[in-house]
């Protein structure tokens, strides 16, 4: 299991709107293409965090969901909630953290 987390800014009135917009996409075929197992978002003050785990490698499940009509569908739809963190953002993977730290516990 691959995991990664994105963050951005988004206005906490605006979640049930968020929500309903990755409910709508998860209930279709493109979660699975792109190799998504899992998906949780958290709010934080103006912050919004996207804690997605995939069964390949992120960047990999990047590039096929970006080659996917219904994976640019669902980012227009997130426009008017979701703005970078960083102003310069390109592209998904300048949104996401850089994990420094993991710790798993060992089966008993």
Do not use: C
Request: glycine share 4%.
């Amino acid at each position: 299991m691959h995991e990664t987390m994105i963050i951005a800014k988004m206005d906490p009135r605006d979640a049930d709107e968020v929500a309903a917009v990755f409910g709508r996409s998860d209930a279709t075929s493109m979660p699975h293409d792109i190799g998504v197992r899992h998906r949780s978002l958290f709010q934080f003050h103006g912050l919004y965090v996207h804690l997605i785990g995939f069964d390949r490698p992120p960047a990999e499940s990047m590039q096929v969901a970006q080659s996917l009509p219904a994976f640019r569908s669902v980012s227009e739809e997130l426009k008017p909630y979701i703005e970078a963190y960083d102003p310069n953002w390109r592209s998904p993977q300048d949104a996401m953290a850089r994990r420094f730290y993991h710790w798993t516990s060992s089966p008993e």
